[in-house]
């Protein structure tokens, strides 16, 4: 069973669009909640990260928005440009625990 | 080393045949992960080492499918007996401990 769940599939936004995704998780005890970004070709990359003691974290044009009582993440795009084009992976995991859970990804695409 | 490395990048087999896949992870990361990525699709997990012991085998689809790891460094992952839907991309990510994975580039395997 997934334990994250992560929507859209896909989307398309125009370049200087906001792009959303948004995950929702079951397990409260989830306490580590990172966001990866994968490139054709690439392995997933570590994009930003987020622990629920906060509500956001801004790192450039990426932001998380974390509400605990609602057991839901997202990651805002701001700006989004071409270079953006990619597909994003929620994962959340508890602390102690070795194996991060992650969502079933969203390609995001950012039409010039 | 700087990052992960897998090797080969790319391997076409024939069908029938036996692959073995390589991850050389950060140097000093204790954890290391196989992850399975079919086109289009989500990260499929295999198999968990901390050391060069593997308490989560769970993942790994059939009993054609071993894994290694020695000297708490290099993991091996071998496919006996290939089939062509075994045909992804096979990810290593290692970690220093229960936080975000660093991910290496991948071996696209393909089975003809």
């Known amino acids: 069973q997934q334990q994250v769940k992560q929507s859209p599939q896909s989307l398309i936004v125009q370049k200087g669009g906001i792009s959303i995704i948004n995950c929702a998780y079951e397990n409260t005890a989830f306490d580590y909640f990172p966001w990866y970004q994968q490139f054709p070709g690439k392995g997933p990359a570590l994009l930003i990260a987020?622990?629920?003691?906060?509500s956001e974290k801004k790192e450039g044009r990426f932001t998380i928005s974390f509400n605990k009582s609602a057991k839901q993440f997202s990651l805002h795009i701001m700006d989004s440009q071409p270079g953006d084009s990619a597909t994003y992976f929620c994962?959340?995991?508890?602390?102690?625990?070795?194996?991060?859970?992650f969502g079933a990804g969203t390609t995001v695409t950012v039409r010039a | 080393g700087a990052g992960v490395s897998q090797s080969p990048s790319n391997k076409v087999t024939e069908k029938g045949k036996d692959v073995e896949l390589r991850c050389d992870p950060i140097?000093?990361?204790?954890?290391l992960y196989w992850y399975r990525q079919s086109l289009g699709q989500g990260l499929e997990f295999l198999i968990y080492?901390?050391?060069?012991?593997?308490?989560?085998k769970s993942g790994l689809p059939s009993d054609r499918f071993s894994a290694e790891r020695t000297g708490g460094s290099v993991s091996t992952l071998t496919i006996q007996r290939t089939q062509q839907e075994d045909s992804a991309v096979y990810l290593c990510a290692s970690s220093p401990g229960s936080s975000g994975y660093t991910f290496g580039s991948g071996t696209r395997l393909t089975v003809v």
């Open positions: 987020i622990r629920p003691d906060v």
């Open positions: 080492f901390q050391g060069n012991s593997a308490p989560d």
């Open positions: 140097s000093g990361h204790t954890a």
């Open positions: 994962a959340a995991i508890r602390s102690n625990d070795y194996k991060l859970s």
